[in-house]
């Protein structure tokens, strides 16, 4: 029943996917599972073809937008029925770096896998991002950088993380164009993700959900 939905998100058809939504609602479906196996699964599909290159940025942000869409609707409905989201991620792009498009679009796959995001922005500094952490109960500190020249900043930040006693707690995930495996393990970041998708795969992993 949820085969409808999903490929109705994966057309980025907002107008569908809201019906569905609504109509699920009415035959008394709990939002849980509207959002599980409709929703996010619909994103997952996505996601999945974005690896492959079977679909690109285009297809993936209309997408998004559907699954936004859906999303909105069940908001209220969620709240309400204590749902929790799966963890909360700050995620940024460094300092000296002002690329922010891979960074969206990560943000909305995290979003449409049920993560709390909360995004903040171009530029950040490490000081920044420990406040942040800090302040907001984190789960997993995601860094994104398109610059050789402002890839040492993540280090700059984990590095950070260790002095104020943070990395117990909270998980360090890194991904951007020129940023590797090796690079990511050089820094001691607990995880990297080559693109968007990968990215909500190793929040899971590093979560255990
Ligand atoms: Co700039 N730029 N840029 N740029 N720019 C690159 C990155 C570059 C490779 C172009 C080139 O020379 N061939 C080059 C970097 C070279 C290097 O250091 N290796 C470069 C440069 C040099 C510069 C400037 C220095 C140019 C100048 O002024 N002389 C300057 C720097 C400004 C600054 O940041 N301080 C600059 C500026 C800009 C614009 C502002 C014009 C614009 C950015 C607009 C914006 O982002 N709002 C821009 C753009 C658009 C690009 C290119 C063309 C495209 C980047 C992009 O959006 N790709 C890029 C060349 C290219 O890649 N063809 C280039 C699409 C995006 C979906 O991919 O960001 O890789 P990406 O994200 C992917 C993955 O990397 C991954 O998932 C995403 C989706 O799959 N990912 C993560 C990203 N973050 C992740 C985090 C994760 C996990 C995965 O976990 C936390």
């Known amino acids: 029943m949820y085969e409808q939905i999903k490929k109705e998100l994966g057309k980025g058809n907002i107008v569908k996917v809201k019906e569905f939504v609504e109509s699920f609602l009415k035959e008394s479906i709990s939002p849980k599972e509207i ?8 994103m997952d599909m ?3 073809k974005f ?5 690109f940025i285009p297809e993936v942000m209309i997408a998004a937008k559907a699954m936004q869409a859906g999303l909105e609707i069940l908001a209220p ?8 989201p799966v963890g909360k991620i700050v995620l940024g792009t460094v300092k000296g770096d002002l690329h922010d498009i891979g960074k969206n ?5 995290f979003k449409g896998a049920g993560f709390k995001i909360i995004d903040c922005g171009i530029d950040v500094s490490p000081r920044d991002f420990i406040d942040l952490v ?4 984190t789960n997993i500190l995601a860094m994104s950088s398109l610059l050789t020249t ?5 280090g700059e930040v984990i590095k950070l993380m260790k002095a104020e006693g943070l990395n117990a707690k909270v998980k360090t995930m890194v991904g951007g164009a020129p940023v590797t495996q090796g690079f990511a393990d050089k820094i001691g970041a607990d995880g990297y993700a080559e693109d968007a998708s990968s990215a909500v795969d190793k929040a899971r992993e590093l979560l255990g959900v």
Do not use: R
């Not at 959002?35 to 619909?42: A, H, N, V, Y």
């Not at 690896?51 to 679909?55: F, R, Y």
């Not at 679009?105 to 796959?109: D, E, K, R, S, T």
């Open 35 to 42: 959002l599980d196996k409709g929703l996010i699964l619909g």
């Open 46 to 48: 996505i996601g999945n």
């Open 51 to 55: 690896k492959k290159n079977e679909v």
């Open 77 to 84: 409905y969620l709240a309400e029925s204590g749902v929790k």
């Open 105 to 109: 679009i990560v943000a909305m796959m």
């Open 134 to 137: 800090k302040n907001e109960d």
């Open 150 to 154: 402002s890839m040492p900043a993540m």
